[in-house]
C-alpha cells in the first residue's frame, strides 16, 4: 500500500511562532494533498487542497495567510502555521492522492499545542 | 453540497456480539463511499470503499458495508467485533475521484469484554 509520511508527529510551540508541517508520500507521486484539521472529539474539517506546482484552494473560512500551503514536489506539501495562537491547537492530517487515483492515503497526523 | 450524517457518536457493545454503525448521505450527484478507522493520536485507515458495481462492499479487518441508494445510506457492519476493534470510525463521500472527501462526525466503537 502507499504510504504518506508526516513530520513531526507532535509539536509544542510558544504563541507567535511559526511552524511547518511536512507531508510526504514515501512510494508514489501525489499530485493532490488534502490538509485536515481535527479539534478534539470533532471530525476532520478540510483545511485546503493542493496540487503540484499551483497554489492551494483554502475552503470558506480558512485564512490563506494564516495557513501556508506549499506543493512544490510530487512528494512533498507543508504546512506552515504562522504567528500561531492558542486556538490554533489541535491536529492536523494529511492525505495524498495519486494522478487519477480513488483513494487518499493519510498520514499520521501531527498534534500542534500552542501555549 | 454534499453531507453525511453518522446516527451514533458512540456505540457500545460487548465483544464477539455483531454491530452496525449508521451513516447516511445526501448528495445530488453520484458519489462515492469510504469508510475509515482512525485509532487515538493516529490518522486515518481505509476500511473499505464503494465506488461502484455490487452494492455489498468487503473491507479489512472482517468489516463490510451496504450502499443502498434509494435510502442514500452506507452502513458499517461486523458480524462479531473484538477489543482491537475499539476506536473511531468515520464515514466520508467524495462526488468524484480526485476530490475532495466530506466526513461524517465520527462514531466512538467501545468493545467492553
Known amino acids: 500500500g502507499a504510504v504518506v509520511s508526516q513530520h513531526p508527529s507532535w509539536v509544542i510551540c510558544k504563541s507567535g511562532t511559526s511552524v511547518k508541517i511536512e507531508c510526504r508520500s514515501l512510494?508514489?507521486?501525489?499530485?493532490?494533498m488534502f490538509w485536515y484539521r481535527q479539534f478534539p472529539k470533532q471530525s476532520l474539517m478540510l483545511m485546503a487542497t493542493s496540487n503540484e506546482g499551483s497554489k492551494a484552494t483554502y475552503e470558506q473560512g480558512v485564512e490563506k495567510d494564516k495557513f501556508l500551503i506549499n506543493h512544490a514536489s510530487l512528494t512533498l506539501s507543508t504546512l506552515t502555521v504562522t504567528s500561531a495562537h492558542p486556538e490554533d491547537s489541535s491536529f492536523y492530517i494529511c492525505?495524498?492522492?495519486?494522478?487519477?487515483?480513488?483513494?487518499?492515503?493519510f498520514g499520521q497526523g501531527t498534534r500542534l499545542t500552542v501555549v | 453540497a454534499q453531507s453525511v450524517t453518522q446516527l451514533d457518536s458512540q456505540v457500545p457493545v460487548f465483544e464477539e456480539a455483531p454491530v452496525e454503525l449508521r451513516c447516511n448521505y445526501s448528495s445530488s450527484v453520484s458519489v462515492y463511499l469510504f469508510w475509515y478507522v482512525q485509532y487515538p493520536n493516529q490518522g486515518l485507515q481505509l476500511l473499505l470503499k464503494?465506488?461502484?458495481?455490487?452494492?455489498l462492499v468487503k473491507g479489512i479487518n472482517g468489516f463490510e458495508a451496504e450502499f443502498n441508494k434509494s435510502q442514500t445510506s452506507f452502513h458499517l457492519r461486523k458480524p462479531s467485533v473484538h477489543i482491537s476493534d475499539t476506536a473511531e470510525y468515520f464515514c466520508?463521500?467524495?462526488?468524484?475521484?480526485?476530490?475532495?472527501?466530506?466526513f461524517g462526525a465520527g462514531t466512538i466503537l467501545r468493545v467492553k469484554s
Open positions: 492525505s495524498a492522492k495519486r494522478a487519477g487515483g480513488f483513494e487518499a492515503f
Open positions: 512510494d508514489f507521486q501525489a499530485t493532490t
Open positions: 464503494y465506488l461502484s458495481g455490487s452494492t
Open positions: 466520508a463521500v467524495s462526488e468524484g475521484y480526485g476530490n475532495k472527501l466530506v
